[in-house]
């Protein structure tokens, strides 16, 4: 499963030898693989500062998880053709090993190994300091982000509507690719050719009275240059001064005229436009996928380092000081089995319940900066990390 339970208990004697039954039940009864979650030693500051940190945190983990779900799904986008690849773009930095931290690796491992970065993080300063890093990192990730796929889609969108206008049907489609120059009579003053869309069981009745639809149409005039599942163009030249004659008898025979003539200019700057948008779509498709896999991972990292901070402070202010809790990381094996590992930790850690069990049962009553909601409050310092951010 791509589902984590992050959560703390205190690190006395009587709350290791629970971490350690939580271990064992867990172990045998196959409901989860836990590990260490190893945080640093902060500056704790006020109580007053926590609880606003953990307001503050509580709304920047939210922030954190939209910011790299709509990354992952701008590589979705951007990936149209490879769409089974995304996985293998959505990587983070490393974090096993102090030497492997130019390594990508997957988000699981990442998370299972995660160790604090203190060069990006400096664990020595006040707590606010670190989640202002934080915050601000990210904030200018998602700046970037909106700029360069709103850049992407606009070129994206032009794309698709030529390419929409070349694949309708006779009656809606550019004709840009399908006509040439010699299919019409050019800088006549009295000649014209119109293109006409003709259903395909009336090709033999077209063929037979097009010439006497209306006067001053040139003796085998017709053509036909391109047909679709319902018809076929074809060209016809006349006399300039029977245009409305002729579109009009045309009509009465289920005939349709075109509305089209033949500009040189535009056709080529048509063309030129799809060239373009196709190569500047090719330019931007690497550096924009460069871009988004390396900031995913940034954003990905500093959202799991913003788990630690919240377990950290909501440890200080449930547990309370000196700083002593343990945080473990746990993997639920399946779906099915989170109910029961649930049941095996309000079990194991019930005794921590005792000032919390009446607030639970009273709504009304806060437990002072704890931003979960009572039906979610547990013994135990609990977060919920969900990697499956494709769904």
């Known amino acids: 499963m791509s589902e984590f339970w992050l959560i703390s208990a205190p690190r006395d004697k009587e709350n290791l030898q629970a971490l350690e039954r939580m271990n064992t039940v867990t172990s045998k009864s196959n409901l989860s693989y836990n590990t260490k979650f190893t945080i640093p030693d902060f500056k704790v500051g006020t109580l007053d500062s926590l609880v606003g940190l953990s307001d503050e945190l509580a709304k920047l983990d939210v922030f954190a998880e939209s910011l790299i779900r709509r990354m992952a799904q701008s590589v979705v986008e951007v990936m149209e053709d490879s769409k089974g690849k995304v996985q293998e773009n959505l990587l983070a930095n490393g974090g096993l090993k102090e030497k492997m931290k130019c390594l990508k690796i997957d988000l699981t491992s990442f998370v299972t190994h995660f160790e604090w970065d203190v060069a990006k993080y400096p664990a020595k300063q006040p707590l606010v300091s670190v989640v202002d890093i934080l915050a601000k990192q990210l904030a200018q990730i998602e700046i970037d982000l ?10 994206k969108t032009n794309l698709e509507n030529l390419e929409k206008k070349s694949m309708g049907n006779l009656f809606t489609r550019t004709l840009s690719d399908i006509v040439s120059k010699e299919d019409f009579v050019l800088d006549s003053e009295y000649l014209i050719t119109l293109l006409v869309i003709v259903p395909k069981p009336s090709y033999v009745q077209w ?10 149409v040139v003796p085998r005039s017709t053509k036909l240059i391109a047909e679709d599942k319902e018809g076929g163009l074809f060209t016809v030249t006349l006399f300039r001064k029977v245009i409305d004659d002729f579109k009009t008898k045309a009509k009465e025979n289920k005939f349709t005229v075109r509305e089209f003539y033949y500009d040189e200019k535009e056709i080529k700057r048509e063309r030129e436009e799809m060239t373009r948008l196709l190569s500047d779509k090719k330019q931007q498709y690497g550096p924009l996928l460069r871009w988004l896999k390396v900031h995913f991972s940034e954003a990905f990292v500093a959202w799991i380092h913003i788990k630690a901070l919240r377990v950290f402070v909501e440890s200080v202010l449930r547990y309370g000081l000196p700083v002593n809790f343990q945080a473990v990381l746990l993997q639920p094996h399946k779906k099915s089995c989170t109910k029961r590992l649930r049941q095996v930790l309000n079990s194991v850690f019930r005794h921590l319940d005792e000032v919390a069990a009446a607030s639970i049962l009273d709504a ?4 002072p900066g704890l931003q979960l909601s009572n039906q979610d409050y547990f013994p135990y310092v609990y977060f919920h990390i969900d990697l ?3 769904d």
Not at 146 to 155: E, I, P, Q, V
Not at 207 to 216: A, F, I, R
């Open 146 to 155: 909106k700029s360069r796929t709103a850049a992407y889609n606009t070129l």
């Open 207 to 216: 063929q037979k009275t097009y010439e006497s639809l209306s006067d001053m």
């Open 364 to 367: 009304s009553v806060e437990i």
């Open 388 to 390: 499956s951010l494709l």
